[in-house]
């Protein structure tokens, strides 16, 4: 079955310590994202590839940080930076015409991770 | 500021009713989605309505799209306690999606 993988589905992290949140995807996609969603807020972009090798910040970078050395992979790291990390994490793929460069069908989204600071 | 501002916030209705959402945007568009997403799941894409498209249906799901007033509206018809659900509008603008709070609604059978 195609689809995008997120693990955990649960992590707890102590403060000061840095976490890797997973996502695969199957789907050949070649955009990939990743949100940040918090209790009766909408979601908000943290960081976003289009292509392998390459990434650029979102609008709450800030003590975070990714990679994406595989078209499949793009798994997030939450810092000791990140001061206020308990959230719920959400990781879509897309594809991207290749014509115009936009985004001109569905994201599909993992089924979230939920990360608390112990 | 945030793309994509949905109105009502919550919505309660009877199983059987309709459910409209609203949701407004500040800039220009290529297209909108609306995502629908259960408790502590990931948000599943029901539909997107380009910005040369006024009106777009998917079975029990209608939305609209005026440029001019940069809105849009999600109507349920014939709602279904399976419906209950947490409904997100989302702007795409470029090559990234931006999504409003979302609207809270609750299906009661």
């Known amino acids: 079955d195609g689809g995008i993988t997120q693990s955990p589905k649960y992590l707890f992290r102590k403060e000061g310590q840095n976490v890797t949140l997973s996502c695969e995807q199957n789907?050949?996609?070649?955009?990939m994202y990743w949100y940040r969603q918090d209790p009766g807020q909408g979601l908000r972009l943290i960081y976003y590839?289009?292509?392998?090798?390459?990434?650029q910040k979102g609008d709450i970078a800030e003590g975070y940080s990714v990679s994406r050395e595989k078209k499949e992979s793009f798994p997030l790291t939450v810092t000791s930076a990140q001061k206020n990390p308990t959230a719920f994490y959400l990781c879509?793929?897309?594809?991207?015409?290749?014509?115009?460069?936009?985004?001109?069908?569905?994201?599909?989204f993992g089924q979230g991770t939920r990360l608390t600071v112990v | 500021s945030q793309q994509g501002e949905e109105d009502p916030q919550a919505l309660s209705i009877q199983e059987g009713e309709n459910a409209t959402m609203n949701c407004s945007y500040k800039?220009?568009?290529?297209?909108l989605q609306w995502y629908r997403q259960n408790s502590g799941r990931g948000l599943v894409h029901l539909i997107l309505?380009?910005?040369?498209?006024r009106e777009k249906h998917s079975g029990r799901l209608r939305v609209t799209l005026d440029t001019s007033k940069k809105s849009s509206s999600l109507l349920i018809t014939a709602s279904r306690a399976a419906d209950t659900a947490s409904y997100f509008c989302?702007?795409?603008?470029?090559?990234?999606?931006?999504f409003g709070k979302g609207n809270q609604v609750v299906v009661i059978p």
């Open positions: 879509a793929s897309s594809i991207v015409s290749t014509v115009t460069g936009f985004l001109n069908t569905e994201a599909f």
């Open positions: 789907l050949n996609h070649d955009a």
């Open positions: 590839s289009q292509i392998v090798n390459d990434f």
């Open positions: 800039t220009s568009i290529n297209n």
């Open positions: 309505i380009r910005s040369n498209e």
């Open positions: 989302a702007t795409e603008r470029g090559n990234r999606l931006a």
